[in-house]
T-cell receptor, first 114, second 116 residues
Framework: RKEVEQDPGPFNVPEGATVAFNCTYS??????FFWYRQDCRKEPKLLMS???SGNEDGRFTAQLNRASQYISLLIRDSKLSDSATYLC???????????????FGKGTKLSVIP | DTGVSQNPRHKITKRGQNVTFRCDPI?????LYWYRQTLGQGPEFLTY????????KSRLLSDRFSAERPKGSFSTLEIQRTEQGDSAMYLC??????????????FGPGTRLLVL
């Protein structure tokens, strides 16, 4: 089992749609969780950190379920500018607490269509 | 621009040659990371520095790869005797590394390496 697994995608959705990305991780000792966004041929950029209580930033909602080792990202009212690859990221996926290396999922490509 | 910078942005080399990349982290960030990304994959961790000390190294970092951060500021990643399989985007990231803070890594634009 891979350390971080994501929906393979791609997701093609119309503008205004709600889209959900799911991710699972294998190491229960993993300490921090993030969603990064990556545009074509660009570097990954932090979209949001994911907290146990769940967190929201405008149209974006992230949730973490430590018991199920599951992370999700919900995008509401999707815009053309949301088209990108969304990367699920776990800190400490290999070594748990005290490790600062990030482990990335393969990413899920989202295309928002007019 | 006070973000992470990397040079060069692109490098084309012939198999067997040595290449060196440079990363300048965000000012006052004391942790610096190197990752590698190939097409269709997420970035993979290579190594990280806390100030000048190299604290973690991935099993991906073969003996042909060496990284330094001599003064705790910029870092270099050298690949000796390049192979075609080294072709990838090499990404550098930095973070503040302050106790009690959420650790957020900010990435540079990357150096795209093509080995012919």
């Amino acid at each position: 089992r891979k350390e971080v697994e994501q929906d393979p995608g791609p997701f093609n959705v119309p503008e205004g749609a709600t889209v959900a990305f799911n991710c699972t991780y294998s190491n229960s000792a993993s300490q921090s969780f993030f969603w990064y966004r990556q545009d074509c041929r660009k570097e990954p950029k932090l979209l949001m950190s994911v907290y146990s209580s769940g967190n929201e930033d405008g149209r974006f909602t992230a949730q973490l379920n430590r018991a199920s080792q599951y992370i999700s990202l919900l995008i509401r009212d999707s815009k053309l500018s949301d088209s990108a690859t969304y990367l699920c990221v776990v800190m400490g996926a290999y070594s748990g607490a005290g490790s600062y290396q990030l482990t990335f999922g393969k990413g899920t490509k989202l295309s928002v269509i007019p | 621009d006070t973000g992470v910078s990397q040079n060069p942005r692109h490098k084309i080399t012939k198999r067997g040659q040595n290449v060196t990349f440079r990363c300048d982290p965000i000012s006052e960030h004391n942790r610096l990371y190197w990752y590698r990304q190939t097409l269709g994959q997420g970035p993979e961790f290579l190594t990280y520095f806390q100030n000048e000390a190299q604290l973690e190294k991935s099993r991906l970092l073969s003996d042909r790869f060496s990284a330094e951060r001599p003064k705790g500021s910029f870092s270099t990643l050298e690949i000796q005797r390049t192979e075609q399989g080294d072709s990838a985007m090499y990404l550098c990231a930095s973070s503040r590394g302050r106790t009690g803070e959420m650790e957020t890594q900010y990435f540079g634009p990357g150096t795209r390496l093509l080995v012919l």
